[in-house]
């Protein structure tokens, strides 16, 4: 289903269409590009802070992995799993897809033509790798928070699940912004984000939730 919606999408032109509104918005050219605040502190920074807080959980869960009272590591482990699989996973479908950026597609500021996903891309354009987005994966990736309180903190899933989605949300628009990627990139990339999570989730995670409180 969720390929169905991007072909649809694909022939809709719906990226190029909002990708061209952003470029002329930003007066006919990527003015955002080396942005302070988009490139340094959000694709940068947001980077680093993701890498960082999945390294953090790292040590804090083998720290506490023997301790009979932290009945929270199992779950973690499998937290960092789902992460660490879905920025795999991207970074992996990245390097067989061949698509462009639009900053370098003609009338987007750059010189290639426009190749959808599912087109037969020329040889002559050479390799490019930017479907899904890989930055935005950083983000989304912790959309498996959801699965984490599931287990831990059922009340909190909710707000596990909004940390994921506003950290994907807000790293994927800083790209767009600076004409890095188009906004399928991003919706690729959350949708194979939380695939991976609820397969982690039904492969290694309990049956049933914490206190018998309903997953619905």
Do not use: N
């Not at 680093?48 to 009272?69: C, I, K, N």
């Not at 590591?73 to 950026?101: E, G, N, Q, W, Y």
């Not at 994921?164 to 990339?189: E, I, K, M, N, P």
């Amino acid at each position: 289903m969720p390929w169905l919606v991007l072909a649809w999408w694909c022939a809709r032109q719906v990226d190029l269409h909002w990708a061209s509104w952003l470029f002329h918005w930003e007066g006919g050219a990527w003015a955002l590009k080396r942005s302070v605040v988009l490139e340094t502190l959000l694709h940068r920074g947001g980077r680093q802070l993701s890498q960082l807080a999945w390294t953090g959980l790292l040590v804090a869960t083998l720290s506490r992995w023997r301790s009979p009272a932290a009945t929270w590591t199992r779950p973690a482990a499998r937290l960092l799993l789902a992460v660490f699989a879905s920025i795999a996973c991207v970074a992996a479908l990245k390097s067989l897809t061949h698509m462009d950026c639009p900053w370098d597609l003609a009338g987007l500021g750059g010189q290639r033509p426009y190749v959808g996903l599912f087109e037969a891309r020329p040889a002559s354009l050479g390799p490019a790798a930017c479907f899904p987005a890989a930055h935005a994966a950083g983000g989304y990736a912790w959309v498996a928070l959801y699965f984490f309180f599931l287990r831990v903190a059922p009340r909190c899933r909710l707000a596990g699940l909004g940390i994921g989605l506003l950290a994907g949300l807000v790293f994927g628009l800083a790209q767009q912004l600076r004409g890095a990627h188009f906004l399928s990139h991003d919706v690729a990339s959350l949708t194979m984000c939380w695939g991976v999570a609820c397969a982690v989730d039904a492969l290694f995670g309990e049956r049933g939730v914490r206190g018998g409180e309903s997953q619905a």
